[in-house]
């Protein structure tokens, strides 16, 4: 699924699943291949150069949350690149509790906690967070875990809306997100 072009247009010069600017990467791209073009003419024989790139990370998107209005799903978060934000209902609001973890945490990608957070169209007061089994403090609105999920691939998909009749596109309010109208 994915909220309708007209909906919530987010321009943005960040790659869409680490949050670096692409100038940025583009840059180093060319640094680290104009590094190796040099030490492969100053080696004689192969190299044990081995060059790691992290996974993508949750971490560097989440930047704030945001009320959008989807016409599909009536008013939503978004976190700071525009991207969906999700609840589980297998989750617990009142204590604030997550239940997907392991696995689970691979594909739905808790929001980590954060100073500085910025917050617009939510109450402040609903947002909050909590201290889950693996480390991870993570977001809360008013008392659900928040996540996004992988397979949103670009800002504006809702790839997981409704999925396993579990997880939801989550409101403002916290509650779960349903066709507008």
Same mark, same amino acid.
């Given at each position: 699924? +994915?909220?309708?072009?007209?909906?919530?247009?987010?321009?943005?010069? +960040?790659?869409?699943?680490?949050? @670096? +600017? =692409?100038?940025?990467?583009?840059?180093?791209?060319?640094?680290?291949?104009?590094? @190796?073009?040099?030490?492969?003419?100053?080696?004689?024989?192969?190299?044990? /150069?081995?060059?790691?790139?992290?996974?993508?990370?949750?971490?560097?998107?989440?930047?704030?949350? @945001?009320?959008?209005?989807?016409?599909? =799903?009536?008013?939503?978060?978004?976190?700071?690149?525009? !991207?969906?934000?999700?609840?589980?209902?297998?989750?617990?609001?009142?204590?604030?509790?997550?239940?997907?973890?392991?696995?689970?945490?691979?594909? /739905?990608?808790?929001?980590?906690?954060?100073?500085?957070?910025?917050?617009?169209?939510?109450?402040?007061?609903?947002?909050?967070?909590?201290?889950?089994?693996?480390?991870?403090?993570? =977001?809360? =609105?008013?008392? /659900?875990?928040? !996540?996004? !999920?992988?397979?949103?691939?670009?800002?504006?998909?809702?790839?997981?809306?409704?999925?396993?009749?579990?997880? !939801?596109?989550?409101?403002?309010?916290?509650?779960?997100?349903?066709?507008?109208?």
């Amino acid at each position: 699924m +994915r909220i309708g072009e007209t909906d919530c247009v987010l321009r943005t010069d +960040r790659h869409p699943r680490t949050g @670096f +600017r =692409l100038a940025g990467l583009r840059l180093a791209a060319a640094l680290v291949a104009a590094g @190796f073009a040099v030490l492969a003419g100053c080696s004689a024989g192969p190299t044990a /150069w081995q060059v790691t790139v992290p996974p993508p990370s949750l971490m560097a998107r989440v930047s704030g949350l @945001f009320t959008v209005d989807s016409a599909t =799903l009536g008013p939503v978060v978004i976190d700071g690149q525009g !991207y969906l934000v999700y609840r589980s209902d297998r989750d617990s609001s009142r204590p604030p509790r997550s239940t997907c973890l392991d696995a689970c945490a691979t594909t /739905w990608l808790p929001l980590p906690a954060a100073a500085g957070l910025r917050v617009s169209g939510i109450d402040r007061q609903l947002v909050g967070h909590l201290l889950r089994p693996d480390g991870i403090d993570q =977001l809360t =609105l008013n008392g /659900w875990p928040l !996540y996004g !999920y992988a397979e949103d691939l670009k800002p504006g998909d809702a790839n997981g809306e409704g999925l396993m009749h579990i997880w !939801y596109v989550i409101r403002p309010d916290g509650s779960k997100a349903g066709p507008a109208g």
